[in-house]
């Protein structure tokens, strides 16, 4: 079954998932903690460019690290539910510092219970994009 939700206002995002609505409200509230917990013991935020955090605190701390004073703009939703009762959920919009502003996929995987097992950032930009909120280029770790 896929559901189609457009999202007219991005500061009242509709979608049928109460994690995902969660996820982008405590993000844009600045609220780490309370993101963190909306995924599940051995969750995973995949960010882009970065290697995968797995755990609540981890997630919390990465948050506090990475996150702090963007703006998180969803747009639309789109979701299936797989055989094996989880949830997948794309999620189109975009993300906003005072520096730069990019269009972004995040995909959710949600557990039978509805919280976070996965979610991966995916900016969907250019070389030249990427360039402009980064010149010096990312560097391996």
Same mark, same amino acid.
């Given at each position: ?8 206002? =991005?500061?009242? /995002?509709?979608? @049928? &998932?109460?994690?995902? !609505? ?6 844009? $509230?600045?609220? /780490? ?8 013991? !051995?969750? $995973?935020?995949?960010? #882009?460019?970065?290697? #995968? %955090? ?10 506090? +690290? @990475?996150?702090?004073?963007?703006? /998180?703009? #969803? !747009? =639309? ?6 055989? *094996?009762?989880?949830?997948? %959920? @794309?999620? !189109?919009?975009? %993300? ?6 990019? *269009?972004?996929?995040?995909? /959710?995987?949600?557990? &039978? +219970? ?11 930009? =250019? ?6 909120? *980064?010149?010096?280029?990312?560097? @391996?770790?």
């Amino acid at each position: 079954m896929m559901l189609q939700t457009q999202i007219n206002d =991005s500061t009242s /995002f509709k979608c @049928e &998932d109460l994690a995902i !609505r969660s996820y982008f409200s405590t993000l844009n $509230q600045g609220q /780490f903690e309370f993101t963190a917990a909306l995924f599940s013991n !051995r969750g $995973q935020l995949v960010p #882009p460019f970065d290697s #995968p %955090v797995i755990g609540q605190q981890a997630i919390a701390d990465y948050l506090n +690290q @990475e996150a702090v004073g963007m703006k /998180f703009q #969803p !747009r =639309s939703a789109t979701s299936q539910v797989l055989p *094996n009762c989880k949830t997948d %959920v @794309e999620v !189109r919009g975009q %993300v906003s510092t005072s520096l730069f502003k990019v *269009n972004v996929v995040w995909n /959710f995987l949600l557990s &039978d +219970q509805g919280q976070i097992d996965i979610v991966k950032v995916n900016l969907i930009a =250019s070389m030249q994009e990427l360039l402009r909120i *980064n010149p010096q280029g990312w560097q @391996e770790k």
